[in-house]
């Protein structure tokens, strides 16, 4: 049975930084490229950022680059989204995913992504 269990959301002030952290159980990790996804309030579901199996292929939402970094710890069935210069508009649910395959492309979605975590919050606050 295959868990995705994502930890390290919060409520941090604008201009602040969080890490969020990602652990998937129950698969081959380094079989799987890894996302991380959110979903603000009223809001539609978007891919934030996502990672290749080896970490030498990253992607990043238009609206986080330069201030999210996406990283992963095969050894440790781990993966991580560093945040920072945090904006109020950033507030949302943030969901980490394994991937169906190994490797992503530029137009990568959520539809690429098969096992899902509950999710964390972070609220950034103004």
């Known amino acids: 049975q295959v868990q995705v269990v994502e930890s390290g959301g919060g409520l941090v002030q604008a201009g602040g930084s969080l890490r969020l952290s990602c652990t998937a159980s129950?698969?081959?990790?380094?079989?799987?490229?890894m996302g991380w996804f959110r979903q603000g309030s009223g809001k539609e579901r978007e891919g934030v950022a996502c990672?290749?199996?080896?970490?030498?292929?990253?992607y990043y939402a238009d609206s986080v680059k330069g201030r999210f970094t996406i990283s992963r710890d095969n050894a440790k069935n781990s993966v991580y989204l560093q945040m920072t210069s945090l904006k109020p508009e950033d507030t949302a649910m943030y969901y980490c995913?394994?991937?169906?395959?190994?490797?992503?492309?530029?137009?990568?979605?959520?539809?690429?992504?098969?096992?899902w975590g509950q999710g964390t919050q972070v609220t950034v606050s103004s």
């Open positions: 995913a394994a991937a169906y395959s190994a490797d992503l492309s530029t137009d990568w979605d959520a539809a690429d992504f098969g096992y």
């Open positions: 129950g698969l081959t990790f380094d079989d799987s490229a």
């Open positions: 990672i290749s199996w080896s970490g030498g292929s990253t």
